[in-house]
Nanobody
Framework: QVQLVESGGGLVQAGGSLRLSCAASGRTFSSYNMGWFRQAPGKEREFVAAISWRGGNTYYPDSMKGRFTISRDNAKNTVYLQMNSLKPEDTAVYYC?????????????????WGQGTQVTVSS
């Protein structure tokens, strides 16, 4: 069992930056792939980034490459999402997720555990 708690969301102006954190409980954190997803009102949950269980591989959709960076610290049971050059369309609730090592990391079905989410609002 893994419990995930996100933090670091808030209100930021367009062009600004935020760093989200996701703290995980449980001793098996380092054995899970970790992902970030987001969901805007009226839209489906969208893949944002993922990192392999050892941290050696990262994955992003093309729309996020260059602006978002995922990282993890297995000693601290924490995964991070650094978001730069934020745009109003990045406004959403951001969710952290944990799942077993897998080939596909960009779908919600790849993840077993989810946090409650943290709101990110980007003003124009």
């Amino acid at each position: 069992q893994v419990q995930l708690v996100e933090s670091g969301g808030g209100l930021v102006q367009a062009g600004g930056s935020l760093r989200l954190s996701c703290a995980a409980s449980g001793r098996t954190f380092s054995s899970y792939n970790m992902g970030w997803f987001r969901q805007a009102p009226g839209k489906e949950r969208e893949f944002v980034a993922a990192i392999s269980w050892r941290g050696g591989n990262t994955y992003y959709p093309d729309s996020m490459k260059g602006r978002f960076t995922i990282s993890r610290d297995n000693a601290k049971n924490t995964v991070y999402l650094q978001m730069n050059s934020l745009k109003p369309e990045d406004t959403a609730v951001y969710y952290c997720a944990a799942g077993p090592p897998a080939v596909v990391v960009s779908t919600t079905r790849a993840y077993q555990y989810w946090g409650q989410g943290t709101q990110v609002t980007v003003s124009s």
